[in-house]
């Protein structure tokens, strides 16, 4: 069972649907019982990293302590941006602090946001990339990850600068782009995910 948080911030039925395509069960749901039983748990992202953090504050204990027992945990989009420190878009508001980073708008020089194809380059062994290097992949975010630490980062894309696409240590993935809307190879992400 994937258990996807509705913290009201993400693009819920489409990952969900993405999930059935691939033959697993998934539920959306702000229950916090539901969410402490997780074996597989998802947080999507759309909207401000401000507002975000807002709504995640009911279920922060539960992510850690999902995460501190080991258990697969994959972060989408805004979903990538939370797990970090901070973010320029928010400057008062904390992260999840899960990687330490920050987020910082896109450079000037490149149209904002980044949105559309773009392919993704692994840089380093990470079982939801399994096979996908070089694939592309649909993002839309107009910020962008800034790791303290590169040994967490495994995926980048070229948009005038290597931009993250994933990053990922020990049983926590997240990815900048959009699994559930990027065709074939975004399935293979989650697949990949499942068989955690």
Not at 140 to 167: E, F, K, P, Q, R
Request: contains cysteine; charged residues 20%; aromatic residues 8%.
């Amino acid at each position: 069972m994937i258990t996807i948080i509705d913290y009201k911030s993400g693009n819920l039925r489409s990952i969900s649907n993405s999930f059935k395509k691939i033959g697993s069960k998934a539920i959306i749901t702000g229950n916090p019982e539901e969410i402490a039983n997780a074996k597989h748990l998802v947080l999507p992202g759309v909207g401000a990293f401000g507002t975000a953090m807002e709504n995640i504050e009911p279920y922060k204990g539960l992510i850690y302590e999902h995460i501190d027992d080991g258990k697969p945990f994959l972060g989408i989009c805004l979903g990538l941006q939370v797990l970090l420190s901070s973010s320029d878009e928010a400057p008062r508001v904390k992260g999840l602090d899960i990687f330490k980073g920050q987020v910082e708008k896109i450079p000037k020089g490149r149209k904002i946001p980044h949105m559309g194809w773009n392919q993704l380059k692994q840089v380093k062994n990470c079982p939801i990339l399994d096979g996908l290097d070089g694939e592309s992949f649909y993002f839309v975010h107009s910020y962008h990850a800034i790791l303290d630490d590169d040994c967490n980062l495994s995926g980048t894309c070229d948009y005038g600068i290597d931009l993250t696409a994933s990053i990922s240590r020990d049983n926590v993935f997240a990815t900048q782009f959009h699994p559930e809307k990027s065709g074939v190879p975004g399935l293979k992400i989650l697949k990949n995910f499942v068989n955690l």
